[in-house]
């Protein structure tokens, strides 16, 4: 099943837009986007294949520090994780 997955880490100082640049560019092979230019939490959202939410997160979490890792962020802990099935998220627009 595939998941939508959104992170957010937060930390104790303001992100460059550069950083999000690099960021964006890491998860593009996730289906991802990012965010966060000048606030002090990155974030993003990337598709994962799992089972259950929990595989969803656990391997989304995975993603988003080695896509943060590879941008040069600093690891800041994640704050925020939710995860989205593509049935709940069909369910969502049906209403």
Do not use: C, K, N
Request: net charge negative; no cysteine; proline share 4%.
């Amino acid at each position: 099943m595939r998941w939508s997955v959104g992170l957010q880490a937060q930390g104790d100082r303001p992100v460059t837009h550069d950083e999000i640049v690099e960021l964006a560019d890491a998860v593009a092979p996730h289906g991802g986007i990012a965010s966060g230019i000048g606030t002090d939490r990155y974030g993003a959202q990337i598709v994962v294949v799992a089972q259950t939410r929990e595989q969803a997160l656990e391997q989304g979490a995975a993603t988003f520090r080695a896509a943060a890792a590879t941008a040069g962020l600093p690891e800041f802990p994640i704050v925020h994780a939710e995860a989205v099935s593509e049935a709940e998220d069909d369910m969502a627009w049906e209403t």
